[in-house]
């Protein structure tokens, strides 16, 4: 069965500082794999995608993510965070069906950012 | 247009009430969802719409109504609900494109209250 694992339930950082949150997966085929950012109260936003090609991708707010095989990982990184980075962030693998993409959702990760 | 709108933003309801919740995108997308998600939890799957056809109903009990009258809308019908209902209900939308990656875009959602 698809499974996504986000190790770090909760993050903080300083502001300027380096991010890396981690996310591994469990899918036999292929993944469509996606990286989803919720301020509180909100809908999700999609900060980027994955399903093949290119392992480094690129996103939106100068988010990327890596898609390591070997390791069944698709870990989301930013060079320097920004207060307005605080957000849960969750990873989730796509399941093509007939079409449409059935997302399952990795926990999440809250990320807090002190000035 | 890209975005999806709910309607109302907050409700609050008593366990005797019937009271519906309105999804609206102009994208074209043919495949239409319904997820719930509780504080501090990723969200889950309720219903999959594709093509105006409920297409997954993930054992959602009764008391919760899905409706698809037209490709742009998708409601959400609530009557006798717990307590335990209470969430964020969180609608969603994607192309319907076989064999290629769909993007589901989430809107804002409406928090649902159950007194």
């Known amino acids: 069965a698809q499974s996504v694992t986000q190790p770090d339930i909760h993050i903080t950082v300083s502001e300027g500082a380096s991010l890396e949150l981690r996310c591994n997966y469990s899918?036999?085929?292929?993944?469509?794999l996606f990286w989803y950012v919720q301020s509180p109260g909100q809908g999700l936003q999609l900060l980027l995608k994955y399903f093949s090609g290119d392992t480094l991708v690129q996103g939106i707010k100068g988010f990327e993510a890596e898609f390591k095989r070997s390791q069944s990982s698709f870990n989301l990184r930013k060079p320097s965070v920004h207060w307005s980075d605080a957000a849960e962030y969750f990873c989730a693998v796509g399941s093509p069906s007939g079409g449409y993409n059935k997302l399952i959702f990795g926990a999440g990760t809250r990320l807090a950012v002190h000035p | 247009d890209t975005e999806v709108t709910q309607t109302p933003k907050h409700l609050v309801m008593g366990m005797t009430n019937k009271k519906s919740l309105k999804c609206e995108q102009h994208?074209?997308?043919?495949?239409m969802y319904w997820y719930k998600q509780k504080a501090k939890k990723p969200p889950e799957l309720m219903f999959v719409y594709s093509y105006e056809k409920l297409s997954i109903n993930e054992s959602v009990p009764s008391r919760f109504s899905p409706e698809c009258p037209n490709s742009s809308l998708l409601n959400l019908h609530l009557h006798a609900l717990q307590p335990e209902d209470s969430a964020l209900y969180l609608c969603a939308s994607s192309p319907l494109d076989r064999g290629s990656y769909n993007e589901q875009f989430f809107g804002p959602g409406t928090r649902l209250t159950v007194l």
């Open positions: 994208m074209g997308h043919r495949a």
């Open positions: 899918y036999g085929a292929t993944p469509y």
